[in-house]
């Protein structure tokens, strides 16, 4: 316990699935958590759940791909808490289309979300953590951002424009002396609503489908993202920026 202990922690999508996990472990171990999501309803369940087991948190509404949102998050953050420590860029939406079925318009929404939505994050992130002397920001990307997908065109570029992102993010900030260190997380297929939406039933062939391509035989758990997530919060990953985490049961391997 106590991993993240007196940190300040903001995560984006932190309603549902990755997020929420994230939000509630990160809350565990002792970090105060500022939770953001358009789902207000949800997000305000999580901060109850979060106040509940004796932690700090708050709920701000917020739309990663806009930057007078993150404007307003950041002021929230630190007027509640006084600092940032840990951002933790996971707000993202799925779209399963090949690139003749996507549409211009398809493709810039998928974009504003994944991609620049971690941009803004990154950004006025590496702003806030100026002022702390430091800190750790880590991106959600997926293992789409490091192998195609015939049926994701959009998903792919939006997935590896992150991967990409973080590292130029990670090298400036090094070389910047800023103390703040920037990486990427790759779940595989991860049992969350996203997911879902895709395989409702786990006995479906869609679910079956899913689980074959990872050799580890099953699908991932939000834990089991968070918890990785977690690993690069801490200072246990102090000599760590610039990297992918892949967490995929597998799928990338082969």
Not at 82 to 91: E, F, H, K, P, T
Not at 142 to 158: H, Q, T
Not at 215 to 235: R, V
Request: proline content about 1%; some cysteine; charged content about 15%.
């Amino acid at each position: 316990m106590g991993r993240v202990e007196s940190k300040v922690a903001l995560v984006t999508g932190g309603a549902l699935g990755i997020g929420k996990a994230t939000a509630m472990l990160l809350a565990r171990e002792g970090a105060k958590v500022v939770v953001t999501d358009l789902k207000q309803s949800e997000g305000e369940a999580v901060v109850h759940a979060i106040r509940e087991a004796g932690g700090q948190a708050i709920f701000v509404q917020h739309d990663v791909a806009k930057e007078q949102d993150w404007q307003q998050a950041m002021a929230a953050t630190l007027e509640a808490f006084g600092r940032l420590d840990i951002a933790v860029n996971n707000a993202g939406i799925g779209f399963s289309a090949n690139v003749e079925q996507t549409t211009l318009a398809d493709w810039h929404r998928v974009l504003q979300i994944n991609l620049d939505g971690v941009f803004l994050g990154t950004r006025f992130a590496i702003e806030a953590m100026r002022q702390s002397g430091g800190g750790s920001i880590i991106n959600l990307s997926s293992i789409e951002g490091l192998v195609g997908d015939a049926d994701l065109a959009a998903y792919n570029a939006s997935k590896g424009g992150v991967r990409i992102f973080t590292k130029s993010a990670a090298l400036h900030c090094a070389r910047a002396g800023y103390g703040i260190r920037v990486n990427s997380v790759h779940p595989g297929y991860i049992w969350t609503p996203m997911v879902q939406q895709a395989a409702t039933d786990t006995n479906s062939a869609a679910y079956q489908r899913l689980v074959s391509l990872h050799p580890i035989g099953h699908l991932g758990e939000a834990d089991d993202i968070a918890y990785g997530i977690l690993y690069l919060a801490s200072n246990e990953s102090k000599f760590v920026t610039g990297s992918e985490l892949v967490i995929d049961g597998g799928y990338t391997a082969q």
